[in-house]
Nanobody, 132 residues
Framework: QLQLVESGGGLVQPGGSLRLSCAAS????????IGWFRQAPGKEREGVSC????????YYADSVKGRFTVSRDNANNTVYLQMNRLKPVASTVYYC?????????????????????????WGKGTLVTVSA
């Protein structure tokens, strides 16, 4: 079965950290564009961070630059999102998504303009709650 499965969400205090994982099964993450997205109630979907699994190029939304880090482990077919100095506004469900065989600019556009490209695979999401 081809799927992405997120894990690592939970409750954390403001200023704390979480590491989300996105594991692929049934297909390899090599040579794909992988992204982390979130959509708070009443807001548009936001591309939080994306990574090109072939060469490691990354993209970060301005709201998370310097605090979040995306990385890949192609051997384990997993992409991670390390989230530090979390703020309450970060509370929502985080989804990972994959576009297979992307073009050279797909990864950046995937994050900067959610919905511009069709996504090949979505995970079901993991809930992050930042609260005291």
């Amino acid at each position: 079965q081809l799927q992405l499965v997120e894990s690592g969400g939970g409750l954390v205090q403001p200023g704390g950290s979480l590491r989300l994982s996105c594991a692929a099964s049934g297909f390899t993450l090599d040579y794909n564009a992988i992204g982390w997205f979130r959509q708070a109630p009443g807001k548009e979907r936001e591309g939080v961070s994306c990574i090109s699994s072939s060469d490691g190029r990354t993209y970060y939304a301005d709201s998370v630059k310097g605090r979040f880090t995306v990385s890949r482990d192609n051997a384990n077919n997993t992409v991670y999102l390390q989230m530090n100095r979390l703020k309450p506004v970060a509370s929502t469900v985080y989804y990972c998504a994959a576009i297979l065989k992307p073009g050279i600019s797909t990864m950046q556009v995937m994050c900067a303009m959610p919905g511009y490209y069709s996504i090949d695979y979505w995970g079901k999401g993991t809930l992050v709650t930042v609260s005291a």
